[in-house]
């Protein structure tokens, strides 16, 4: 039996998506090797084609994945959901929501930036940690104060994820394939 759903008629509805590709440890560690996504309303089928090669050609922080990696690979799918204006930069829940920010860099462009919901608490971090890493990670240069994540911009919103690693994809290839 597959591993993956059947395809129904709601894997053909749009979703904003994020595709991620992680490297397996020998002790099942994980270490991000691309993740990108978006949050406009993508039809799934292609959505997830092209992000999942977008993710592993183009993400500009890590070299393009080669062949030789495929069996070290882990590979996760993340359709975002619930979307919700927050009362401020504190109004979400670690390991519960994902966060994307909207602020003003140091020479007053918009920038944005966003952590899933489970990054957080992966990386053991409070949400004012989160909040700080996620304006580093938009290139917030200038010194974070409170005054600075006062007038960020936050939505919260939830998602639904799925992974496979290398080993289990050929596995079910397989198994399908009998």
Same mark, same amino acid.
């Given at each position: ?27 099942? /560690? ?29 993400? /500009?922080?890590?070299?393009? &994945? ?11 799918? /993340? ?19 994902? &966060? ?30 989160? &909040? ?26 939830? /998602? ?19």
């Amino acid at each position: 039996m597959s591993r993956f759903p059947t395809l129904t008629r709601s894997f053909f509805l749009d979703s904003p998506l994020f595709v991620t590709w992680n490297t397996i440890g020998k002790r099942g /560690s994980k270490q991000l090797r691309g993740c990108i996504g978006n949050f406009e309303p993508l039809p799934l089928r292609s959505g997830l084609r092209d992000y999942a090669l977008t993710a592993a050609l183009h993400d /500009s922080r890590f070299p393009p &994945i080669t062949a030789g990696e495929l069996p070290s690979l882990g590979c996760a799918v /993340s359709l975002l959901t619930d979307f919700e204006k927050a009362d401020g930069w504190s109004d979400w829940e670690v390991g519960v929501h994902g &966060i994307w920010i909207e602020f003003k860099d140091d020479s007053g462009r918009k920038r944005t930036a966003t952590y899933l919901p489970e990054i957080a608490e992966e990386q053991g971090w409070t949400k004012k940690e989160a &909040i700080d890493s996620l304006l580093r990670k938009g290139r917030f240069a200038g010194k974070i104060t409170v005054q600075v994540r006062n007038d960020i911009v936050l939505t919260r919103y939830k /998602s639904s994820k799925t992974s496979i690693t290398h080993d289990e994809y050929k596995a079910d290839a397989e198994t399908t394939q009998t």
